[in-house]
C-alpha cells in the first residue's frame, strides 16, 4: 500500500509560478513511477506529467516547456513546478503512483493522492 499526500496548491496570477509536493509514504517509493493528473470542473480528469522509477520524465503537450516533474527518492517526494501559469491551468491537481510502463493513462495508476487545488486568476 502506498499513501500519497500533496501540497502546494494556491492561487496565483497568471504568469506566475507554483510548486506542488507528493509525498509517500508506505511501500518503496523508488520503485513506483509518478504521475501529475489534473480536474477541471466538469472535465475529465488529464494527464500532465510523469516520472519513471529511473528519471524519465513525460509531460502533455499543454505544459511542455512550461512545467518540470521532479522526484527526490531519498525524501519519498515527486514536485512538479508549475510555471509561466495561465487561466486554463486552474484544476485540482492529482498525484499518482504505478508500476506499470503506460503512464499516460489514469487507468494504470494503483494510488492516488486526495489532490491539491490550483487556481489561476487572469
Known amino acids: 500500500q502506498v499513501q500519497l499526500v500533496e501540497s502546494g496548491g494556491g492561487l496565483v496570477q497568471a504568469g506566475g509560478s507554483l510548486r506542488l509536493s507528493c509525498a509517500a509514504s508506505?511501500?518503496?517509493?523508488?520503485?513506483?513511477?509518478m504521475g501529475w493528473f489534473r480536474q477541471a470542473p466538469g472535465k475529465e480528469r488529464e494527464f500532465v506529467a510523469a516520472i519513471r522509477w529511473n528519471g524519465g520524465t513525460y509531460y502533455a503537450d499543454s505544459v511542455k516547456g512550461r512545467f518540470t516533474i521532479s522526484r527526490e527518492n531519498a525524501k519519498n517526494t515527486v514536485y512538479l513546478q508549475l510555471n509561466s501559469l495561465k487561466p486554463e491551468d486552474t484544476a485540482v491537481y492529482y498525484c499518482a503512483a504505478t508500476s506499470a510502463i503506460v503512464l499516460d493513462r489514469r487507468n494504470f495508476y494503483d494510488y492516488w493522492g486526495q489532490g491539491t487545488q490550483v487556481t489561476v486568476s487572469s
Open positions: 508506505g511501500r518503496t517509493f523508488s520503485s513506483f513511477s
